[in-house]
């Protein structure tokens, strides 16, 4: 699989080419129509709770209600995504959706959706969403094949922006002609066609040798190795900065026409417009990007088109000009952010990537969260001018910090499964429970080949615990210099037995590079020992020695 952030060009793909691979245009299709019924449905709640309660702080809180599951389940909505059938995930989520819509929709006709009642049921709705996405997401990689990723990714967000551009003024016409009802009606049909799409797709699902993690130990792992992949996690720290710093474009909108511009409801909606245009526009561009320059190098320069197009917006008091530059500010935004789910999904092993998109999708919302409340903070302490050409100028210093601290140029097998084709001698009756395990790897190494030899454990060492072990440690013998231990455990045999299935061919390479230093004709000592081992003994006669529970595992 090919890096995100490799030295050479990728070749580059059409940008329409993923829509021959059917599954992916049925579906992409499919979405189409469930992004434009999210959005009306987004302008039938708010004028629902309009028309019946006049507080401003209700009606705000529709959006809220939609868009905090996004945040609050996308994490454990990626790690089911990685324990299950992705395909299953997304059409429980779509179902959710669909159920939820179809009751609001009922209780609406029937008078009994109250403020409260609303707001609930736009929680249930983005719930179901937000179980979708991260199952949705990194399932494109199976649709398509790893060239027109980019592309498809692309496509995606084209997908959401052509509906964003428009959705709303449909739902508004919706709304004005036949009321709310409707609005809530065509949500819950809309999600249907792509509930069809994912049900007509025959995904090919290789059951898992081991059972699923539980959902803690999921989320704790995913997070784990987000922590400790230094590509994951320098692109995760990155969205974070970029949505803070970047908050001010859709945020500040409204005080931007109505400060800036002298101008009403109406201002704003042309504003919109020109960033929904934008991003349009930026999306289709993406592919061309990503195989010109590679993320790291269309990252930064996307920033500084954003930082200025923002410090314009500031400047400016002519509307077609601060139209130009919301739209010049909505592409270089969408490039940014569909670059850096590339990045993700090209840089994480298939084992944790629903997990690693959804932190990416929480730490960008996270990011645009705070940075809405701080700048909006901002804007009423000094001004709106001033908060739009601090944003921009912000957004124009972030390429130095990524010069600075540049993503890690793996190789392209950095993110391929590797089949480990080695066998284990179990003697003790070990059930998937059984633990905590210590792993303890001697080698013999040269003394004058120490230093190098300590280096190339430490990107091992970085291996290790990004797969799941603990307690890393590596110690030399006092009495003969040239014996090393590694030492590492797990908290159940269970876990080192999936560890063993995380490998991927650059960790395989990185453990390569550390047998090379060994002595010749030397070999490592590999020991694997129960810590604590009163559960492989029989204490008293009378205790059962079942194996009910009991793991053979022969395999790699």
Known sequence: MTSSSKSAPAKQIGMFAPLKEPVFRRIWAASLLSNFGQLILG????????????????????????M???????????????????????????????????????????GLATPWVILAFCVLIGAGVALYSPAWQSSIGEQV?????????????????????????????????????????????????????????????????????????????????????????????????????GATGSALAPLIAKDLLGGDASVFGILLGASGAGAVAGAFLVGWFHAKFGVERATRLMMLVAGAAFVGVGFSRSLPLTCIFMFVGGASNILTIALFNIAVQMGAPRWVTARALSLFSASLTGGIAIGAALWGQLAGAWSVETAMVASGVGLLLMPLLMIASPLPKDDQAASEIADI???????????????????AIEYRIEPDKARDFYDAMRQLQRVRLRNGSFNWSLSRDIGDRSIWTERFQFPTWGDYLRTRDRYTQADLKAQADVDAF???????????????????????????????????????
């Open 43 to 66: 302008v039938g709640a708010g004028w629902e709770m309009t028309q019946q309660t006049g507080d401003a702080g209700m009606v705000a809180l529709v959006q809220t209600a939609m």
């Open 68 to 110: 905090l599951p996004l945040m609050l389940v996308a994490v454990p909505a990626g790690a089911l995504a990685d324990m299950f059938d992705k395909r299953k995930i997304a059409m429980a989520g779509l179902a959710l959706s669909a159920v939820s819509a179809g009751v609001l929709t009922f209780l609406a006709w029937s």
């Open 145 to 245: 094949g790893q060239a027109q990723l980019p592309a498809a990714i692309a496509l995606g967000t084209i997908n959401y922006n052509v509906a964003r551009s428009i959705g709303p003024a449909i739902g508004g016409v919706i709304v004005l002609i036949a009321g709310a009802q409707a609005a809530f009606a065509i949500n819950a049909v809309f999600y249907l066609p792509l509930l069809l799409a994912f049900l007509l797709w025959r995904r090919p699902h290789v059951p898992s040798r081991l059972p699923p993690e539980s959902i803690n130990r999921a989320i704790v792992s995913g997070a784990r190795f987000v922590f400790h992949s230094a590509t994951i996690r320098k692109i995760l720290s990155r969205a974070f900065l970029f949505g803070l710093v």
């Open 421 to 439: 084709q080695s066998d284990l001698d179990v003697a003790l009756n070990l059930s998937m429970r059984s633990g905590p395990v210590v792993i």
């Open 518 to 556: 060994m002595i010749a004709d030397t070999a490592k000592v590999i020991r694997r020992r129960l810590e604590r081992p009163f559960g492989s003994v029989r204490w008293q006669k009378d205790s059962p020695d079942t194996q009910q529970d009991s793991v053979g595992y022969t395999g790699p």
